[in-house]
């Protein structure tokens, strides 16, 4: 049991980051990036070791990231009782106060559970029962992540609860308040962005840009403008000892770090009014307004730059938009609009429709493994050398 009166933000434990399936090792890049050293890398996450102040770094600065969890207590669990006196025995009083509001989440594998809101209600009793004990009062509790948020992993015999350091998921920037339809997910539109040969500072051309979350996310990772600073609430914030002016002075860093990057065109365009004016919207929220030049035009009459760079492209793919059939004459107009027009280029094609994908008519030189929401997706690049452009092509 911990003895001190008040939950230490600079004690080290376990730290498990989880992102979307395939999106680890982008996540594993960025952790490495910021001074971090990985201890296990694993098919939806990564694990460190690290304080909550660590957290509050990792919080800010991730892209790829789902939730930073910190582990507060790892225990033997052989069914609901178990988990209930092992989690009473927590001191709870040292992280809450009795005015706050806390949140419960989990992740069960037992063959006593056939439901994660049993065991979220198992969690917040023993949380308000300890609290009651201890300070004869309870906080509030709700689904809602208004307040501290905790997290329970519970396979078989082995049980741990963390402080859900996030609270929202991290894979939301904060920008997006117009989704439009069907948006690709912020931190899959980050990975995707990182996954490519792009030298963020060449040319970036998005046509087809939809709500312009891949056009944004190039923009900010170019300009090294952190999702952090567009986000105001963190389930850290709500944990006793929590030290606001390390938090500011995390804030102030990530102002400080943006950089300018002199010629750097970033083009996205899109054949409805609609998703221009969305896209303008979000990517004023994101502070990138003045980085992109938008336009509503058919994806063919986009301006590709001679200078080559990157060109990028999210089509419909039959699974929630539009009908296959229609969608064989675009990924062919696709393939002849790099072929044609982007020589110079390393062209990405991000599909969840392989069958489709053939109608491009190129031969891919990478396929990259994704997942958006549960669709088996790949990045699909190609080399788009041709003339006096040509160049050896590069070993992957």
Known sequence: MVSCSMFSFSSTSKIIITCSKRLAPYLEQEVTELGFTPERTFITGVELKGTVNDCIKLNLNLRCASQVLYSLKQFRCNGPDDLYDELIRYPWENLLTPEG?????????????????FVNVKVKDAIADRMRRETMKRPNSGSEF?????????????????LDTSGETLAKHGYRKIPGKAPMLEALAASTVMATKWDRKSVFVNPMCGSGTVAIEAAMIATNRRPGLNRKNYSFMHVTGYDAAFYESELKTLHTQIVEVPGMRIIATDISDDAIKVSKVNAGIAGVESMIEFKRCDFEETTVPETGGIVY????????????????????????????????YHGYIFTGNLDLAKKIGLKASR??????????????????????RREPKKED
């Not at 208004?146 to 963390?162: M, P, R």
């Open 146 to 162: 208004l307040g501290a948020v905790f997290h329970l992993y519970w396979k078989d015999e082995q049980a741990e609860i963390f």
């Open 101 to 117: 509001y806390f949140s419960v989440t989990s992740n069960a594998t037992h063959f006593t559970v056939n439901n994660d809101m």
């Open 367 to 388: 396929r990259i493994e994704f997942y958006t929401s549960k669709i088996d997706c790949r990045l699909l690049e190609y080399e788009l050398y041709g003339g006096s």
């Open 313 to 344: 492209f999210n089509p419909e793919y039959g699974e929630r938009l539009g009908e296959v059939s229609a969608l064989e004459k675009t990924y062919a107009r696709m393939g002849d609009f790099m072929k044609k027009k982007c020589q110079g």
